[in-house]
């Protein structure tokens, strides 16, 4: 996404046993979203794409709750409240590493 690579955006998605889900956002932003919406899209079963808000805590990350913890490969866009930027990736689940988003990935 061009508007992310400007900001120099970046990002790392952690995913935890207990279906939570973290993400630290680094980059040129003015002011911190308000939100952040959070595509989980799964490669080959229709139906199953996920969409949630993560919010933000005091401490500057972002996070949510999933209904369960993932299993198996899916691609992941982070999108702006506003829109005007999208990071993208992808990973296998389960997982203790997190996911490291890019404008350009």
């Not at 207990?18 to 956002?25: C, E, G, H, I, Q």
């Not at 990071?87 to 389960?94: D, N, S, V």
């Amino acid at each position: 996404d061009y508007k992310a690579k400007d900001l120099q955006l970046n990002a790392e998605l952690s995913f935890f046993e207990s279906a939570r889900v973290s993400l630290k956002l680094n980059g040129n932003l003015a002011k911190a979203p308000t939100f952040l919406t959070l595509k989980l899209l799964h490669p080959t079963l229709d139906g199953q794409d996920i969409e949630i808000k993560l919010l933000p805590e005091p401490s500057g990350i972002f996070s949510a709750l999933l209904e369960n913890p993932l299993q198996g490969k899916w691609y992941i866009d982070v999108i702006a409240q506003d829109a005007t930027w999208r990071l993208k990736g992808e990973g296998a689940f389960p997982s203790s590493s997190p996911v490291f988003l890019g404008s350009d990935s």
